[in-house]
């Protein structure tokens, strides 16, 4: 348990470092909110990992063999993950390109590296640990960003002109924490390797979807796209928002955020989850998504009451108490809607492809996020701050509507689908 603790940090710092840290990085470098925008497209391996699974589940490391298959890949990710963080570091934020290229490699590697850690714990784990295990890994993700995030987000600032690299670095190395874990433990056992050939394993999947929903599995996958669409383009900004149109500083956006907003959404899965349990899922989906597109208005609420522009930095920082507001609100939503989509994505997969269905699902989840949210730095070039967040809400709606198509069981369907 205490090596999965440990491997959820490493898998944690490099997302951390995508998601929270160069954004924050980038803002406070001068850059444009169509190039921090652009920084979403390095988050594209995180959704097509499926495609170079096989690869990772059949090949092992050159001259890496003695350690087994799976602590070989999770030490070469890790290394990767770390080596990647020092050499963007190195680079700085001074060749957006560049820097975008970096970020690039530092997903894949770190993408790898949770397809494999999740190998991992399901291998070395007898069925009734698995719970225990999970929690023990998440855990770790959480705290790789609510103190490793944190700390470099309220240190950077304070180590002079080369801060922001020293503070990427040093959780680069931290990452390393995982791999030195792995080092002691065991190479699990594996199952005897499956054969099942293309058909069971890449299109048995799609095709039970296309059998059990019919015409509406255009609505499932359209459902899959577009339902967690406010919540990832509003965070394409929301960086940008609190440093340059705000005024906040990166120290309080540390401890605000990533402290704060690590509680509140652990607070809000609890909520979701609790809503699913006695609610269902399906009314949990209607209500998670008004609150998740509602959330949004806090921050267009602020944008326009303070003034925020992306065409100047704000003259002085607008009250804590917003920002505290604001990142409350977000936090405990999202986390609320993450565990709703979450639940219901798992309801009606079919139990015996449940893996590679939900695989699917999350993909379209995460490939809109990083594709069009790629571009939330144009379009809020061209709507500024406050119409920027109001759009964010609005497009909240088609998901919402959605939910009526989804939410019927399909004729000869997942009998346990929630209602």
């Known amino acids: 348990m205490l090596v999965l603790l440990a491997v959820g940090v490493s898998c944690g710092v490099p997302n951390m470092l995508a998601t929270s840290v160069a954004p924050a990085w980038t803002t406070v470098s001068g850059w444009s909110v ?26 092992g490391i050159p001259g890496m063999g003695a350690l087994g ?16 963080s020092v050499l963007l570091a190195l680079a700085g934020t001074g060749d957006p390109a560049v820097f975008l290229l970096i970020l690039s490699l530092l997903v894949l590697a770190s993408a790898t590296q949770d397809m494999v850690a999740s190998a991992f714990q399901v291998e070395s784990l007898e069925p009734r640990q698995l719970g225990a295990g999970a929690g023990m890994w998440v855990s770790g993700y959480r705290v790789a960003f609510a103190a490793l995030g944190a700390g470099a987000l309220v240190l950077a600032p304070k180590l002079g002109p080369g801060g922001w690299s020293i503070a990427v670095a040093a959780c680069g190395i931290a990452g390393l924490g995982g791999a030195l874990a792995v080092l002691a433990a065991r190479e699990p056992a594996r199952p005897a390797p499956a054969e099942p050939g293309m058909r069971a394993a890449v299109v048995e999947p799609v095709a039970s979807f296309v059998r059990t929903w019919r015409w509406r599995v255009l609505a499932l996958a359209a459902f899959a796209l577009v339902f967690r669409l406010p919540d990832q383009l509003g965070n394409v900004m929301l960086t ?3 440093l340059k149109g705000l005024g906040y500083d990166a120290e309080q956006l540390g401890v605000v955020r990533q402290f704060l907003g690590f509680g509140l959404t652990i607070a809000g899965a609890l909520l979701g989850g609790w809503m699913v349990a006695r609610l269902g899922a399906v009314a949990s989906l209607w209500i998670s998504g008004i609150l998740q597109a509602a959330s949004n208005l806090v921050f ?5 009451v303070h003034g925020a522009t992306v065409h100047a930095d704000a003259a002085g920082a607008a009250p804590l108490g917003a920002l505290v507001a604001g990142i409350a609100v ?8 993450s565990a709703v989509f979450v639940a219901f994505l798992m309801s009606i997969c079919d139990r015996r492809m449940v893996a590679t269905q939900y695989a699917l699902l999350t993909a379209l989840m995460a490939a809109a996020g990083a594709g069009i949210g790629g571009f ?11 119409d920027y967040f109001l759009a964010t809400a609005l497009v909240g709606v088609p998901g919402i509507v959605l939910v009526a198509l989804v939410a019927r069981p ?3 369907g997942n009998a346990d689908l929630p209602g």
């Open 69 to 84: 298959r799976r602590r070989s890949w999770i030490v070469a990710t890790a290394a990767a993950c770390t080596g990647a």
């Open 300 to 304: 267009w609420a602020m944008a326009l």
């Open 240 to 242: 940008p928002l609190l």
């Open 330 to 337: 977000e936090s405990l939503c999202g986390g609320m809607v």
């Open 410 to 412: 399909p004729a000869g």
């Open 376 to 386: 939330g730095g144009v379009l809020a070039r061209h709507l500024d701050f406050a």
């Open 34 to 59: 169509e190039s921090i925008g652009f920084l979403a497209f390095a988050q594209l391996p995180y959704a097509l990992k499926f495609l170079w699974a096989p690869l990772v589940d059949r090949v």
